[in-house]
């Protein structure tokens, strides 16, 4: 499959949040995202489950359905995505996703069946019929696809269906920050990337909730968004003490501290890096509908340049994994934010020769990204999950 690059960034299994846009020195303001991110949750795909309409399987052949199993699952996963992808940017005509989503997945799925059955055929038992369990058709958005994997302990053996239900995500107002001041703006790019990086940690946090349940009818306002808020509070302070401290006004951003709620499934949000270029979305994190950070912004004259980094194609993450994913994720986004920022500062002021921006930022940008793909690769590993191969998201270009 094509690997998208970072023009459309969307969620593993949720829905798509809105990008917010900081201009640098261009005087216009933030939209803000208020309570609603004003995107409607993605259709997913609604496959029929494949595990409750096995007979008894084998033990010789257990390890070879589930993996198979797990490649419905995954396939889903990837053709969700593209549906969140289509709902932000739609393409081709009224039969796009017909043409181009749902016909290819089914033959992908009589594929894997046809796999499953072999795995029953060789272990000596009834090859069963699976070829009506191949067509997939859509759910209404905000609906999550049912799935076949084993994520709780019992499925394999009873051979139940496992839908796994989409988890809330916080819901953040977007700052609305006046142009920042070219020696703010390292500054302010720094907190944003925090900003984002206490989202997709209280995403996670919602995400464990979802997955295992704890405290009363008030522990996710007392334990996850009134932190959050708190957090936020002071990464806004310090975005405002960096305007100040360069002799410009400064902003008061107070009520864009409290979150509130995303429906399961919606999608949230995110914070602009400063910086004007084109368009460059961010990270989703994955499993939790929550909309990644855009590096977004208008091409002003002698606006800098932006880091154009593919995003990367992870499968449906497991309950067990998904923190480190979340805050893995987290990372790819601060990188870039730190990317663009020595970008605005090569554009106010620059230095080095030809190569400087390849040798001095998007070398080293490859480097820290291999390393965070590298470390989501192990998150994977760990929970005994397949182990996807993500090098080749590591190298970014220019907008």
Same mark, same amino acid.
């Given at each position: 499959?094509?690997?998208?690059?970072?023009?459309?960034?969307?969620?593993?299994?949720?829905?798509?949040?809105?990008?917010?846009?900081?201009?640098?020195?261009?005087?216009?303001?933030?939209?803000?995202?208020?309570?609603?991110?004003?995107?409607?949750?993605?259709?997913?795909?609604?496959?029929?489950?494949?595990?409750?309409?096995?007979?008894?399987?084998?033990?010789?052949?257990?390890?070879?359905?589930?993996?198979?199993?797990?490649?419905?699952?995954?396939?889903?996963?990837?053709?969700?995505?593209?549906?969140?992808?289509?709902?932000?940017?739609?393409?081709?005509?009224?039969?796009?996703?017909?043409?181009?989503?749902?016909?290819?997945?089914?033959?992908?799925?009589?594929?894997?069946?046809?796999?499953?059955?072999?795995?029953?055929?060789?272990?000596?038992?009834?090859?069963?019929? *699976?070829?009506?369990?191949?067509? &997939?058709? *859509?759910?209404?958005?905000?609906?999550?696809?049912?799935?076949?994997?084993?994520?709780?302990?019992?499925?394999?053996?009873?051979?139940?269906?496992?839908?796994?239900?989409?988890?809330?995500?916080?819901?953040?107002?977007?700052?609305?920050?006046?142009?920042?001041?070219?020696?703010?703006?390292?500054?302010?790019?720094?907190?944003?990337?925090?900003?984002?990086?206490?989202?997709?940690?209280?995403?996670?946090?919602l995400a464990q909730q979802a997955a295992n349940p704890q405290?009363?009818?008030?522990?996710?306002?007392?334990?996850?968004?009134?932190?959050?808020?708190?957090?936020?509070?002071?990464?806004?302070?310090?975005?405002?003490?960096?305007?100040?401290?360069?002799?410009?006004?400064?902003?008061?951003?107070?009520?864009?501290?409290? &979150?509130?709620?995303?429906?399961?499934?919606?999608?949230?949000?995110?914070?602009?890096?400063?910086?004007?270029?084109?368009?460059?979305?961010?990270?989703?994190?994955?499993?939790?509908?929550?909309a990644g950070n855009g590096n977004a912004g208008n091409g002003?004259?002698?606006?800098?340049?932006?880091?154009? &980094?593919?995003?990367?194609?992870?499968?449906?993450?497991?309950?067990?994994?998904?923190?480190?994913v979340q805050a893995e994720l987290a990372n790819l986004d601060?990188?870039?934010?730190?990317?663009?920022?020595?970008?605005?500062?090569?554009?106010?002021?620059?230095?080095?020769?030809?190569?400087?921006?390849?040798?001095?930022?998007?070398?080293?940008?490859?480097?820290?990204?291999?390393?965070?793909?590298?470390?989501?690769?192990?998150?994977?590993?760990?929970?005994?999950?397949?182990?996807?191969?993500?090098?080749?998201?590591?190298?970014?270009?220019?907008?």
């Amino acid at each position: 499959m094509a690997r998208p690059m970072r023009k459309n960034a969307v969620l593993k299994l949720g829905g798509v949040g809105a990008l917010a846009v900081l201009l640098l020195g261009g005087g216009l303001q933030l939209a803000s995202a208020g309570e609603n991110t004003g995107s409607t949750a993605a259709q997913t795909v609604n496959c029929p489950t494949v595990r409750d309409k096995l007979p008894a399987i084998p033990a010789s052949a257990a390890a070879g359905v589930e993996r198979e199993l797990a490649n419905l699952d995954e396939e889903i996963a990837r053709q969700n995505e593209r549906l969140a992808k289509q709902a932000a940017n739609p393409q081709g005509g009224a039969n796009f996703i017909n043409n181009a989503i749902l016909g290819p997945l089914k033959s992908k799925r009589v594929a894997v069946l046809d796999r499953i059955a072999i795995n029953f055929n060789r272990a000596g038992a009834q090859r069963p019929n *699976l070829d009506a369990l191949a067509t &997939c058709g *859509l759910n209404a958005p905000g609906v999550a696809s049912a799935l076949n994997s084993s994520v709780k302990a019992g499925n394999a053996a009873t051979g139940g269906n496992n839908t796994t239900a989409a988890a809330q995500t916080v819901n953040c107002p977007t700052p609305q920050i006046p142009a920042v001041p070219a020696q703010a703006a390292a500054n302010v790019q720094a907190e944003l990337a925090n900003l984002d990086k206490q989202i997709n940690e209280a995403n996670a946090r919602l995400a464990q909730q979802a997955a295992n349940p704890q405290g009363g009818a008030n522990f996710i306002n007392n334990a996850i968004l009134g932190p959050l808020k708190d957090k936020r509070q002071a990464a806004l302070d310090r975005i405002e003490i960096a305007f100040n401290r360069v002799g410009a006004q400064r902003p008061d951003l107070d009520a864009f501290a409290a &979150c509130g709620l995303n429906g399961a499934g919606a999608g949230n949000a995110g914070n602009g890096n400063a910086g004007a270029g084109n368009s460059n979305a961010g990270n989703g994190n994955a499993g939790n509908g929550n909309a990644g950070n855009g590096n977004a912004g208008n091409g002003n004259a002698g606006a800098a340049r932006t880091v154009n &980094c593919p995003t990367p194609q992870i499968p449906a993450v497991p309950a067990q994994a998904a923190a480190n994913v979340q805050a893995e994720l987290a990372n790819l986004d601060k990188q870039i934010n730190e990317a663009n920022a020595r970008l605005a500062q090569q554009a106010a002021n620059p230095q080095g020769g030809a190569n400087f921006i390849n040798n001095a930022i998007l070398g080293p940008l490859k480097d820290k990204r291999q390393a965070a793909l590298d470390r989501i690769e192990i998150a994977f590993n760990r929970v005994g999950a397949q182990r996807p191969d993500l090098d080749a998201f590591a190298a970014c270009g220019l907008n």
